[in-house]
């Protein structure tokens, strides 16, 4: 133990290299950092019949079986098992006095019961998040540590100084791929100014002799400087490798961590499979005494900076090294299991909830998604956006919606649409009051069989209500995260500042909240609940457009929470905005749910589908108070090289400066300069003017070469790396810039981006980057009725068609420069 009294805040936690012990690292308000060492190892709960209980028993007091799986005390205790009910059961539960051995016994238990007889709890929570609710402290949190417990000094939410430094990685590489075999030349170190990037040069470390005198050197630096914070861009995947393969191969025992504790990894590289996207999760270097964060591994880093981690560490109680490597959806699950233990309620080890019996009507009625409404293609001007602020959480809090409050067999619900009064305040305080206020109008009612309550929400178009009685577990594990970052947003002051990214590292929490009710895998999801959340987000926004079409609003387009509203019968701008305010103070009280005015645009225009003509519904582009604002056209895509943003930016920008200088949005001329200026620019391609850095795409690979039935550029870009000595594996990113093929060799029709140079002589594929470039000024002059043809041609026919359809677009969805 480091000592028997300090004070300062907790910035991490991490299991010790015996496993019986946790570290916990403090660091003060002189930026001094303490170690705590804390004696503790964790429990598993397993439950059965008491006759499987016995065996169990006897099979775990085995000495050679206690022995391997270092158990400890074996006791029978009383616990909630599910969030459904409120009895107490008779549980067994196991101390692993090696916190490394807890999946390897429960794994046997499960085995020895084949995999149905017992019920096991409490295997995979995380270590940290288990230790940290034990002791009642979370990340970040002002404690004070005294005689073996922690105590909170301060609840605010002010952050420790800490000193942050940046590692940039300098190779030698034979085919300009940078691996694990390249040779690693230098490593820059950059100092930021506490947690804001910069390019202050700290110190540069150049390789010039041996090995073994450079990793000693850059032990010695990190030694020296002393960070709280290491970030990288690729540590994961390539760096902290690397330098794990050098220190290796130079018998140097390289150590970065604050305590005795040798670089390596805590897992193995992964494929994992999200929302359509095949992600390859590298192998984790976490650090003791030190925080080591990976831009390239961490969606959360990259979107909410390090103090948005810092919030969601503090919110689910994990390590903040931990959980930046892991998706939104994780962390709302862990928030999840957080409530869980904090309700006394055991954290099942894998999902036992199936989905509830329907008729095939239920089935048609309850199984739909959100309400979208077909737009109506066309360029507009002062059209008004309202969003729902966090719709789905809103809703599962405002709603109760739950997996213990759907369907209970207490209340019935009076009405089918209630008033207002009848909702869960979206405040977490206003809605314990409201729940501790209806406890105590119940306290005299039978629970024997179900009571009539107007506060039971039936849901819109359902047989489903939710319960009045008790407060749902979901509402309370969201409700306040949306109260945190209304906080945030009212703090913040500009795009981009510390509080805007705090609050859009909680904005995708909320985002991926709805989802995970219906994820399969999901611990207390349940697909009824789901459903229940698009049921009422349809209602939702049918009613808001319904007032709004009352108020003497158009509504032009809809997308699940948020509506597109013009009033040409009001001619002053000041005043769309203020009947528009209005409108979303009407809308929000009749729903209980804040309808925020988002902007009033300059110019919006709605693509049609390059199909069928009529509208798209998620493609659009607009220009308001906060700049442009893109949606679904190629300037938004990953895979899109720069020459063809530009493209687009371009064209946005002339009609941005068009409507600025008094001319009308939907104008000719400015649509024939377009695409003068698009024919320009493919003239400039032809000529080989254009950057070639500028004409890369970048794929991400979703499978191996074997298994393409179709030869694809991707696929070429695939075979033309193995050729060159680098296998390029699911999960990761290709680079190739499209050439006209020389043979009929696959690899000859892209060259690599890390084969580029300035003096390479390339033949590129003009048709490919002409086809591209057509298409996106498409998705800027289809609006306005211009089809791929006319803009090709560089000259709009009008015809007899375009007074049916005017939207109609010539292309396909197997277009030749996809």
Same mark, same amino acid.
């Given at each position: 133990?480091?000592?028997?009294?300090?004070?300062?805040?907790?910035?991490?936690?991490?299991?010790?290299?015996?496993?019986?012990?946790? +570290?916990?690292?403090?660091?003060?308000?002189?930026?001094?950092?303490?170690?705590?060492?804390?004696?503790?190892?964790?429990?598993?709960?397993?439950?059965?019949?008491? %006759?499987?209980?016995?065996?169990?028993?006897?099979?775990?007091?085995?000495?050679?079986?206690?022995?391997?799986?270092?158990?400890?005390?074996?006791?029978?205790?009383?616990?909630?098992?599910?969030?459904?009910?409120?009895?107490?059961?008779?549980?067994?539960?196991?101390?692993?006095?090696?916190?490394?051995?807890?999946?390897?016994?429960?794994?046997?238990?499960?085995?020895?019961?084949?995999?149905?007889?017992?019920?096991?709890?409490?295997?995979?929570?995380?270590?940290?998040?288990?230790?940290?609710?034990?002791?009642?402290?979370?990340?970040?949190?002002?404690?004070?540590?005294?005689?073996?417990?922690?105590?909170? =000094?301060?609840?605010?939410?002010?952050?420790?100084?800490?000193?942050?430094?940046?590692?940039?990685?300098?190779?030698?590489?034979?085919?300009?791929?940078?691996?694990?075999?390249?040779?690693?030349?230098?490593?820059?170190?950059?100092?930021?100014?506490?947690?804001?990037?910069?390019?202050?040069?700290?110190?540069?470390?150049?390789?010039?002799?041996?090995?073994?005198?450079?990793?000693?050197?850059? /032990?010695?630096?990190?030694?020296?400087?002393?960070?709280?914070?290491?970030?990288?861009?690729?540590?994961?995947?390539?760096?902290?490798?690397?330098?794990?393969?050098?220190?290796?191969?130079?018998?140097?025992?390289?150590?970065?961590?604050?305590?005795?504790?040798?670089?390596?990894?805590?897992?193995?590289?992964?494929?994992?499979?999200?929302?359509?996207?095949?992600?390859?999760?590298?192998?984790?270097?976490?650090?003791?005494?030190?925080?080591?964060?990976?831009?390239?591994?961490?969606?959360?880093?990259?979107?909410?900076?390090?103090?948005?981690?810092?919030?969601?560490?503090?919110?689910?109680?994990?390590?903040?090294?931990?959980?930046?490597?892991?998706?939104?959806?994780?962390?709302?699950?862990?928030?999840?299991?957080?409530?869980?233990?904090?309700?006394?309620?055991?954290?099942?080890?894998?999902? +036992?909830?199936?989905?509830?019996?329907?008729?095939?009507?239920? @089935?048609?009625?309850?199984?739909?998604?959100?309400?979208? @409404?077909?737009?109506?293609?066309?360029?507009?001007?002062?059209?008004?956006?309202?969003?729902?602020?966090?719709?789905?959480?809103?809703?599962?809090?405002?709603? +109760?919606?739950?997996?213990?409050? @759907?369907?209970?067999?207490?209340?019935?619900?009076?009405?089918?649409?209630?008033?207002?009064?009848?909702?869960?305040?979206?405040?977490?305080?206003?809605?314990? #009051?409201?729940?501790?206020?209806?406890?105590?109008?119940?306290?005299?009612?039978?629970?024997?069989?179900?009571?009539?309550?107007?506060?039971?929400? /039936?849901?819109?178009?359902?047989?489903?209500?939710?319960?009045?009685? %008790?407060?749902?577990?979901?509402?309370?594990?969201?409700?306040?995260?949306?109260?945190?970052?209304?906080?945030?947003?009212?703090?913040?002051?500009?795009?981009?500042?510390?509080?805007?990214?705090?609050?859009?590292?909680?904005?995708?929490? #909320?985002?991926?909240?709805?989802?995970?009710?219906?994820?399969?895998?999901?611990?207390?999801?349940?697909?009824?609940?789901?459903?229940?959340?698009?049921?009422?987000?349809?209602?939702?926004?049918?009613?808001?457009?319904?007032?709004?079409?009352?108020?003497?609003?158009?509504?032009?387009?809809?997308?699940?929470?948020?509506?597109?509203?013009?009033?040409?019968?009001?001619?002053?701008?000041?005043?769309?905005?203020?009947?528009?305010?209005?409108?979303?103070?009407?809308?929000?009280?009749?729903?209980?749910?804040?309808?925020?005015?988002?902007?009033?645009?300059?110019?919006?225009?709605?693509?049609?589908?390059?199909?069928?003509?009529?509208?798209?519904?998620?493609?659009?582009?607009?220009?308001?108070?906060?700049?442009?604002?893109?949606?679904?056209?190629?300037?938004?895509?990953?895979? %899109?090289?720069?020459?063809?943003?530009?493209?687009?930016?371009?064209?946005?920008?002339?009609?941005?400066?068009?409507?600025? /200088?008094?001319?009308?949005?939907?104008?000719?001329?400015?649509?024939?300069?377009?695409?003068?200026?698009?024919?320009?620019?493919?003239?400039?391609?032809?000529?080989?003017?254009?950057?070639?850095?500028?004409?890369?795409?970048?794929?991400?690979?979703?499978?191996?070469?074997?298994?393409?039935?179709?030869?694809?550029?991707?696929?070429?870009?695939?075979?033309?790396?193995?050729?060159?000595?680098?296998?390029?594996?699911?999960?990761?990113?290709?680079?190739?810039?499209?050439?006209?093929?020389?043979?009929?060799?696959?690899?000859?029709?892209?060259? =690599?981006?890390?084969?580029?140079?300035?003096?390479?002589?390339?033949?590129?594929?003009?048709?490919?980057?002409?086809? #591209?470039?057509?298409?996106?000024?498409?998705?800027?002059?289809?609006?306005?009725?211009?089809?791929?043809?006319?803009?090709? @041609?560089?000259?709009?026919?009008?015809?007899?068609?375009?007074?049916?359809?005017?939207?109609?677009?010539?292309?396909?969805?197997?277009?030749?420069?996809?």
């Amino acid at each position: 133990m480091g000592s028997d009294f300090l004070r300062g805040w907790v910035f991490d936690v991490r299991l010790s290299s015996d496993g019986n012990r946790m +570290n916990v690292w403090l660091i003060d308000d002189k930026q001094n950092v303490q170690l705590i060492v804390v004696p503790w190892s964790a429990s598993i709960h397993v439950n059965a019949d008491s %006759t499987l209980l016995n065996n169990l028993i006897k099979w775990l007091q085995l000495p050679e079986i206690s022995k391997k799986f270092s158990i400890g005390k074996i006791r029978t205790v009383k616990k909630r098992l599910s969030l459904d009910e409120f009895e107490i059961h008779n549980v067994l539960e196991i101390d692993v006095l090696d916190n490394r051995n807890i999946r390897k016994i429960a794994q046997h238990i499960e085995a020895r019961g084949d995999h149905h007889r017992y019920s096991l709890y409490s295997v995979d929570a995380h270590l940290a998040q288990r230790f940290f609710i034990e002791f009642d402290i979370s990340p970040f949190q002002l404690v004070e540590w005294n005689e073996g417990s922690f105590s909170v =000094l301060d609840e605010n939410d002010c952050w420790p100084k800490m000193k942050v430094i940046e590692l940039v990685f300098e190779y030698n590489s034979v085919n300009g791929f940078d691996t694990i075999n390249s040779e690693l030349n230098s490593v820059e170190i950059i100092a930021w100014d506490n947690f804001s990037p910069t390019q202050i040069v700290e110190h540069k470390l150049v390789r010039e002799g041996c090995g073994k005198e450079f990793i000693s050197q850059f /032990q010695n630096d990190i030694c020296r400087i002393d960070p709280d914070i290491i970030v990288t861009k690729g540590g994961d995947a390539l760096h902290f490798a690397a330098l794990d393969k050098l220190a290796k191969e130079t018998g140097v025992e390289l150590n970065i961590s604050r305590i005795d504790s040798r670089l390596e990894p805590k897992t193995v590289s992964r494929v994992v499979h999200s929302y359509g996207q095949v992600i390859r999760k590298d192998a984790y270097f976490p650090l003791s005494g030190r925080l080591h964060l990976d831009l390239d591994a961490s969606f959360i880093v990259r979107e909410g900076g390090i103090l948005g981690l810092f919030e969601l560490s503090r919110h689910s109680r994990q390590s903040p090294q931990d959980i930046s490597r892991l998706s939104p959806g994780s962390v709302i699950s862990a928030i999840q299991m957080r409530v869980a233990m904090e309700d006394g309620v055991l954290v099942p080890w894998k999902k +036992n909830r199936a989905e509830d019996t329907k008729t095939a009507w239920e @089935l048609l009625a309850t199984d739909r998604g959100g309400l979208y @409404l077909d737009s109506k293609p066309g360029v507009y001007s002062d059209v008004i956006e309202l969003d729902f602020a966090s719709l789905f959480p809103s809703i599962i809090a405002t709603r +109760n919606i739950s997996p213990e409050t @759907l369907n209970c067999a207490c209340c019935q619900a009076t009405t089918s649409y209630p008033d207002v009064e009848c909702f869960v305040p979206l405040d977490p305080e206003g809605a314990n #009051l409201t729940f501790r206020e209806r406890a105590r109008k119940d306290i005299f009612a039978s629970k024997i069989f179900p009571s009539s309550n107007q506060s039971a929400l /039936q849901v819109p178009g359902l047989k489903t209500h939710t319960c009045a009685r %008790t407060h749902g577990f979901l509402g309370r594990v969201v409700a306040p995260l949306i109260k945190r970052r209304m906080e945030l947003k009212g703090l913040k002051k500009k795009k981009g500042d510390v509080y805007d990214l705090q609050q859009n590292a909680l904005k995708w929490l #909320l985002v991926t909240c709805f989802g995970y009710t219906g994820y399969k895998n999901a611990r207390f999801g349940r697909i009824e609940a789901h459903e229940a959340i698009c049921a009422w987000a349809r209602d939702i926004l049918l009613t808001t457009i319904r007032i709004a079409e009352d108020e003497g609003w158009n509504v032009l387009h809809a997308i699940v929470d948020c509506v597109w509203i013009e009033n040409q019968n009001l001619e002053c701008r000041e005043e769309k905005i203020e009947k528009a305010l209005l409108l979303s103070r009407k809308i929000s009280k009749k729903i209980g749910i804040p309808l925020e005015f988002e902007d009033i645009y300059d110019f919006i225009a709605f693509l049609p589908s390059r199909i069928h003509g009529a509208g798209s519904l998620t493609k659009y582009w607009a220009y308001g108070k906060n700049g442009f604002k893109l949606r679904g056209i190629e300037a938004r895509q990953h895979s %899109t090289c720069s020459w063809i943003k530009e493209l687009q930016q371009t064209a946005l920008e002339l009609i941005r400066d068009h409507v600025q /200088q008094g001319g009308g949005c939907n104008s000719i001329s400015i649509q024939e300069k377009i695409v003068k200026m698009a024919h320009e620019e493919i003239k400039r391609v032809h000529s080989n003017k254009i950057d070639l850095q500028k004409l890369v795409i970048t794929k991400r690979v979703a499978k191996r070469i074997e298994d393409f039935s179709v030869s694809t550029r991707t696929q070429n870009a695939l075979i033309r790396a193995r050729r060159i000595g680098q296998d390029i594996l699911p999960g990761r990113k290709v680079r190739y810039v499209a050439t006209k093929p020389f043979s009929n060799l696959p690899e000859s029709k892209v060259i =690599l981006s890390e084969e580029l140079n300035q003096d390479m002589k390339i033949k590129i594929d003009f048709q490919y980057y002409e086809n #591209l470039a057509i298409r996106a000024i498409w998705a800027i002059l289809g609006p306005f009725g211009w089809s791929d043809e006319e803009i090709k @041609l560089g000259n709009k026919k009008y015809t007899l068609f375009d007074f049916f359809n005017s939207f109609y677009s010539k292309s396909t969805v197997d277009d030749p420069a996809y």
